[in-house]
């Protein structure tokens, strides 16, 4: 399939991105090139964002974002883009659009943090909400802390 490109918005005639995660000038400025994709960055975070100019001023932008803006529908009006995948995998076939609950419930479900060793220890953890902590105790076994895990993410109630 052919690589889509629209418009960015608040940019149109400026900048274009396309539904594979590319980000491209179409408009000829003082050292730009014309149709060159731009060098995308990753952040501390992992997130790939890009540098778009206007007014001669550069606006660190999120690519992901910028994607989702253009070519996931987001009827609902959720305010935050969700990585079906690495978080550096800006194709809109990646990325759906989700409540604060729900990215945070999708991520509790799809990472491997909350089970670490310590102190001779298995230790298990989840967070039920953005900025709520919850403490599943030590185990023996990492397979145990694990499975307290899963059982108490799989509680947490579907939200989108």
């Known amino acids: 399939m052919k690589e889509q490109w629209r ?24 050292g730009a090139t014309v149709g060159k994709i731009l060098k995308p960055f990753v952040n501390s975070r992992g ?26 529908p987001n009827p609902l009006n959720l305010p935050e883009v969700n990585h079906l995948g690495p978080q550096d995998d800006c194709r809109a076939s990646k990325l759906e659009w989700r409540s604060v609950a729900g990215n945070n419930l999708y991520r ?10 310590a102190r001779g220890k298995w230790i298990a953890h989840y967070c039920p909400a953005p900025n709520k902590f919850k403490w599943l105790g030590t185990f023996d076994t990492e397979k145990e802390a694990r499975a307290a895990r899963k059982k108490a993410v799989d509680s947490i109630p579907y939200v989108l």
């Open 7 to 30: 418009p960015v918005r608040e940019f149109e005639g400026v900048y274009e991105v396309s539904d594979l995660g590319n980000v491209r000038r179409i408009a000829s400025a003082c």
């Open 47 to 72: 997130y790939v964002r890009v540098n778009l100019y206007r007014d001669h001023r550069g606006i660190s932008t999120f690519v992901h974002r910028l994607v989702a803006e253009v070519f996931i």
């Open 108 to 117: 509790q479900q799809h990472d491997n943090k909350g089970v670490r060793f």
